[in-house]
């Protein structure tokens, strides 16, 4: 901005016109001024870019107040609903299905879990494959619903605690050693051989 200074005088009088060292531009012109807009208008088309970035990555990732996507923050834990992949090591204390569904765990190779002691070795290996479930362990259990053991199988012994065994098949049952047992009894109206 130029400072103009405009003096009126009377015919006859003489003034002195003040001296130009006096009058100062104020402002910043040329290109300074040039510079200054465009780095504004920089920072506002990054400003405006930065905004609709982070309201992309909120609606793609399904954020919301109570989580992200499936995934839920409940006051028991996590809940995760719907189909989940995971692409590394899933670590829980405990995973549970929906009451009126069941668990899925589905893999192209195998399933592995591992229960691991307070020193992170692992004591016990269930791996379910393609052609063969394997278990790696002290003792193998089964139980019936009422915890009563069913199936137990460890180093030494392979115990069937049912109140009944019955083995069907063409052949029955084949022992190779002798066997013994405190009763032996045929089926009701039947010949035992």
Same mark, same amino acid.
């Given at each position: 901005?130029?400072?103009?200074?405009?003096?009126? @005088?009377?015919? !006859? @009088?003489?003034?002195?016109?003040?001296?130009?060292?006096?009058?100062?531009?104020? !402002?910043?012109?040329?290109?300074? %001024?040039?510079?200054?807009? *465009?780095?504004?208008?920089? *920072?506002?088309?990054?400003?405006?870019?930065?905004?609709?970035?982070?309201?992309?990555?909120?609606?793609? +990732?399904?954020?919301? &107040?109570? /989580? +992200?996507?499936?995934?839920?923050?409940?006051?028991? /834990?996590?809940? *995760?609903?719907?189909?989940?992949?995971?692409?590394?090591?899933?670590? #829980?204390?405990?995973?549970?299905?929906?009451?009126?569904?069941?668990? *899925?765990?589905?893999? @192209?190779?195998?399933? @592995?879990? =591992?229960?691991? =002691?307070? =020193?992170?070795?692992?004591? !016990?290996?269930l791996n379910v494959g393609p052609k063969m479930v394997e278990f790696h362990g002290q003792q193998f259990q089964i139980n019936s619903k009422d915890g009563k053991p069913l199936f137990t199988v460890d180093e030494n012994e392979v115990?069937?605690?049912?109140?009944?065994?019955?083995?069907?098949? &063409?052949? !029955? #049952?084949?022992?190779?050693?002798?066997?013994?047992? &405190?009763?032996?009894?045929?089926? #009701?109206? %039947?010949?035992?051989?």
């Amino acid at each position: 901005m130029v400072r103009e200074q405009y003096t009126t @005088t009377t015919p !006859g @009088t003489s003034l002195e016109r003040p001296k130009n060292e006096y009058v100062y531009k104020i !402002g910043i012109y040329g290109w300074r %001024k040039r510079c200054l807009y *465009l780095f504004v208008l920089l *920072l506002l088309v990054i400003l405006v870019v930065n905004f609709s970035l982070t309201i992309w990555i909120l609606k793609v +990732m399904w954020f919301s &107040p109570t /989580g +992200m996507g499936h995934l839920r923050v409940t006051k028991e /834990g996590l809940r *995760l609903e719907g189909e989940s992949e995971f692409l590394f090591p899933l670590y #829980a204390k405990e995973i549970h299905s929906r009451v009126d569904s069941s668990l *899925l765990l589905q893999s @192209t190779h195998n399933v @592995t879990v =591992n229960a691991r =002691n307070s =020193n992170g070795e692992v004591t !016990g290996r269930l791996n379910v494959g393609p052609k063969m479930v394997e278990f790696h362990g002290q003792q193998f259990q089964i139980n019936s619903k009422d915890g009563k053991p069913l199936f137990t199988v460890d180093e030494n012994e392979v115990v069937i605690g049912t109140d009944k065994l019955r083995v069907t098949g &063409p052949e !029955g #049952a084949l022992f190779e050693h002798s066997v013994e047992t &405190p009763l032996v009894k045929a089926e #009701a109206f %039947k010949q035992l051989r």
